[in-house]
């Protein structure tokens, strides 16, 4: 598979305000909407910045865990180094696979203009955060699904594909 063939996606859930992180944190949790995210990426490529990945302390289970970090000698045991999302994107050509971005901030902006398509959860509820998820251009994607769950906390799990031209 080359590069241009990897389709990407963003796979998110933010608050009301678009929070996304309190430092090493997410600022809820929802089982259900967690369930979302592992059933999204099990089996794929997922990539990750530093921060988002010394939160979670390990590879994520059943994935290929691949880490963004501008230090060239970052050790992440379990997962594959990368220094940029070039590099992560030829990662996923050569396992033949598509990009699964999990995060954080960072990240988001630099493969949102890359982004096939966009898995996100929206939080029905404001949260104190450091980390947001970037705006969505509506002249970029289109909307193709919708539904809200009724959880602890609700939230509205929405589908994103980029438009065509």
Known sequence: MNQQAVRIYLVAAMGSNRVIGNGSN???????EQ???RTLTEGKVVVMGRKTFESIGK???NRHTVVISRQTHYLAPGCTVATTLAQAIAIAAEAGKDLYVAGGAEIY?????????IFLSEVHQTFDGDA????LDEKDFELVSSETIQ???PYTYSVYERRNG
Do not use: E, S, T, V
Not at 26 to 32: H, L, N, S, V
Not at 132 to 135: D, L, M, T, V
């Open 59 to 61: 590879p994520l289970p």
């Open 26 to 32: 997410i600022p809820w949790r929802i089982p259900g």
């Open 151 to 153: 959880a602890a906390i």
């Open 132 to 135: 947001f998820f970037p705006k």
């Open 109 to 117: 902006a630099l493969a949102m203009p890359h982004a096939h398509g």
């Open 35 to 37: 369930k979302i995210f």
